[in-house]
């Protein structure tokens, strides 16, 4: 039946082109018009969240070791380093200021400070470390470790510099830092696992080793290996002091082989959202004290910073406002990711308020002109659905047969607009440089609702087809 009525819809399109054609346009444009803003809105969206990541609200650092101890009122850890200390409040020294001012009375958080047990040495970061952060975290995008520090070249092989800083890293961290490979190419997953001899270096420093000739290609002789350049990268540093002793940027196994060492200098670690990261740095510093079965009265022997902790200057002020400043930014810190992440959503939210209407009315202009032919298909195909009802066709069939002939119309008008927003999506990422990003949930649901825009106004018209009497359509002329 459902065959019988595409074959005959596909007929009567044929028959009357012109006004088929012009329809299909009408439903294609508002389609592509609805696949181009969408996908211009979703690029957009995606460009924030990218710039506002790289900027680094969703990135944090675990280093080994703690500040040094200062001691608080109420016995607390006070490692600058932005853990929320049990008062949240100013320490002892502060409040003996401050009643200085006034009565000079003693205040009771002027009483000895309870002594608090330190681990000295700090434990180094490890496999465990890493493996921990990058599994039992939730909210965790990524986790990388890195090593650092300098090694000299090999003299008997005449390097072009003496020395040069060793940068160990794992791929989850270039994509963290978002670099950008200018020439040449990025280490690939399997020279990270072998530890290969091979390594990238930003512009500047390849233009200052290598001022005559391709960098690409060129070898550094460090402990024996002959180092070779693979990518030239945009990193984003600062090159004047890179330049002195030239950094360059190798797979971790290899620096770790190199600088002989067993342990992590840092792991970075990437949340989903800013939302999330104040409340993942609190469960990574919970689960580290509990995988390295610190007590109660024992201090962290890591560090766990956030961007904002990081920024904040802990040389050159006051320990007593360093200390109340910090044991505050927590609180701060999580309040104001917050309300970005707020901001964010509404953002979303008005990007998805934006994207309906300019669906709505494109197709309310689709419809309409679906609703348009079928009407003039009805009114000139009379005779023949009065010749059909008059051999047994039933007033059921007459209707699905329009309705067949709407939803064909509109969804080949949607399949065309696919083709076209995609065409234009294409154009505007490649040739305009635009942010663009396609879901294909949402081509999905371009061609369903293309489908249902036929059902809906292709109805009245089918309706109005099956209620003709049979005798008087046959008179029609």
């Given at each position: 039946m459902?065959?019988?009525?595409?074959?005959?819809?596909?007929?009567?399109?044929?028959?009357?082109?012109?006004?088929?054609m012009?329809?299909?346009?009408?439903?294609?444009?508002?389609?592509?018009?609805?696949?181009?803003?969408?996908?211009?809105g979703?690029?957009?969206?995606?460009?924030?969240?990218?710039q506002i990541?790289?900027?680094?609200?969703?990135?944090?650092?675990?280093?080994?070791?703690?500040?040094?101890?200062?001691?608080?009122?109420?016995?607390?850890?006070?490692?600058?380093?932005?853990?929320?200390?049990?008062?949240?409040?100013?320490?002892?020294?502060?409040?003996?200021?401050?009643?200085?001012?006034?009565?000079?009375?003693?205040?009771?958080?002027?009483?000895?400070?309870?002594?608090?047990?330190?681990?000295?040495?700090a434990?180094?970061?490890?496999?465990?470390?890493?493996?921990?952060?990058?599994?039992?975290?939730?909210?965790?995008?990524?986790?990388?470790?890195?090593?650092?520090?300098?090694?000299?070249?090999?003299?008997?092989?005449?390097?072009?510099?003496?020395?040069?800083?060793?940068?160990?890293?794992?791929?989850?961290?270039?994509?963290?830092?978002?670099?950008?490979?200018?020439?040449?190419?990025?280490?690939s997953?399997?020279?990270?696992?072998?530890?290969?001899a091979?390594?990238?270096?930003?512009?500047?420093?390849?233009?200052?080793i290598?001022?005559h000739?391709?960098a690409?290609?060129?070898?550094?002789?460090?402990?024996?290996?002959?180092?070779?350049?693979?990518?030239?990268?945009?990193?984003?540093?600062?090159?004047?002091s890179?330049?002195?002793?030239?950094?360059?940027?190798?797979?971790?196994?290899?620096?770790?082989?190199?600088?002989?060492?067993?342990?992590?200098?840092?792991?970075?670690?990437?949340?989903?959202?800013?939302?999330?990261?104040?409340?993942?740095?609190?469960?990574?510093?919970?689960?580290?004290?509990e995988?390295?079965?610190?007590?109660?009265?024992?201090?962290?022997?890591?560090?766990?910073?956030?961007?904002?902790?990081?920024?904040?200057?802990?040389?050159?002020?006051?320990?007593?406002?360093?200390?109340a400043?910090?044991?505050?930014?927590?609180?701060?810190?999580?309040?104001?990711?917050?309300?970005?992440?707020?901001?964010?959503?509404?953002?979303?939210?008005?990007?998805?308020?934006?994207?309906?209407?300019a669906?709505a009315?494109?197709?309310?202009?689709?419809?309409?002109?679906?609703?348009?032919?079928?009407?003039?298909?009805?009114?000139?195909?009379?005779?023949?659905?009065g010749?059909?009802?008059?051999?047994?066709a039933?007033?059921?069939?007459?209707?699905?047969?329009?309705?067949?002939?709407?939803?064909?119309?509109?969804?080949?008008?949607?399949?065309?607009?696919?083709?076209?927003?995609?065409?234009?999506?294409?154009?505007?990422?490649?040739a305009?440089?635009?942010?663009?990003?396609?879901?294909?949930s949402?081509?999905?649901?371009?061609?369903?609702?293309?489908?249902?825009?036929?059902?809906?106004?292709g109805?009245?018209?089918?309706?109005?087809?099956?209620?003709?009497?049979?005798?008087?359509?046959?008179?029609?002329?």
């Open positions: 459902l065959d019988t009525s595409f074959r005959m819809a596909l007929k009567a399109l044929l028959q009357n082109r012109l006004q088929a012009l329809t299909l346009s009408g439903m294609s444009i508002g389609i592509a018009m609805v696949v181009l803003v969408s996908g211009l979703r690029g957009a969206q995606e460009q924030i969240e990218t990541e790289s900027a680094g609200p969703t990135m944090i650092r675990i280093r080994a070791g703690n500040f040094q101890l200062l001691a608080q009122a109420n016995g607390g850890q006070d490692s600058s380093g932005g853990e929320v200390s049990e008062s949240r409040l100013i320490d002892s020294e502060m409040l003996a200021i401050g009643n200085a001012e006034g009565s000079g009375m003693v205040n009771e958080s002027q009483r000895p400070v309870k002594i608090t047990k330190v681990r000295s040495p434990y180094p970061l490890r496999n465990d470390e890493l493996a921990m952060l990058s599994n039992d975290i939730e909210d965790v995008r990524a986790a990388a470790a890195i090593v650092t520090g300098n090694l000299s070249t090999d003299a008997d092989k005449n390097p072009p510099v003496r020395i040069a800083r060793i940068y160990g890293f794992q791929n989850a961290w270039q994509d963290m830092q978002a670099w950008k490979v200018i020439d040449g190419r990025a280490i997953e399997s020279e990270q696992e072998n530890g290969a091979v390594m990238l270096v930003n512009k500047a420093i390849a233009q200052k290598w001022p000739t391709e690409i290609g060129q070898q550094l002789p460090l402990g024996g290996k002959d180092v070779t350049v693979v990518g030239i990268i945009d990193d984003g540093e600062e090159t004047t890179a330049i002195i002793v030239p950094t360059v940027y190798m797979p971790l196994t290899l620096a770790m082989q190199l600088l002989d060492t067993q342990s992590f200098d840092e792991i970075s670690v990437r949340t989903r959202s800013v939302a999330t990261t104040t409340l993942v740095a609190q469960n990574i510093r919970e689960s580290l004290r995988l390295r079965g610190l007590a109660d009265d024992t201090l962290d022997d890591f560090r766990v910073e956030t961007q904002s902790v990081s920024a904040m200057p802990g040389m050159g002020s006051d320990p007593r406002l360093a200390r400043v910090h044991s505050n930014v927590v609180e701060f810190e999580l309040a104001s990711w917050e309300e970005m992440a707020k901001s964010l959503r509404q953002a979303g939210r008005t990007f998805t308020l934006l994207l309906s209407a669906a009315v494109s197709l309310l202009v689709g419809g309409i002109g679906v609703m348009n032919i079928m009407l003039v298909s009805v009114a000139s195909r009379r005779r023949e659905i010749l059909r009802m008059a051999m047994g039933r007033m059921n069939d007459v209707l699905v047969q329009f309705i067949v002939e709407a939803v064909t119309l509109a969804a080949l008008g949607g399949v065309l607009g696919l083709i076209l927003g995609s065409a234009g999506l294409y154009i505007a990422s490649n305009m440089h635009w942010a663009t990003s396609i879901s294909p949402m081509l999905l649901i371009a061609v369903t609702m293309a489908a249902f825009t036929g059902i809906i106004f109805y009245g018209p089918a309706r109005s087809a099956a209620s003709l009497d049979p005798v008087v359509a046959l008179k029609f002329e």
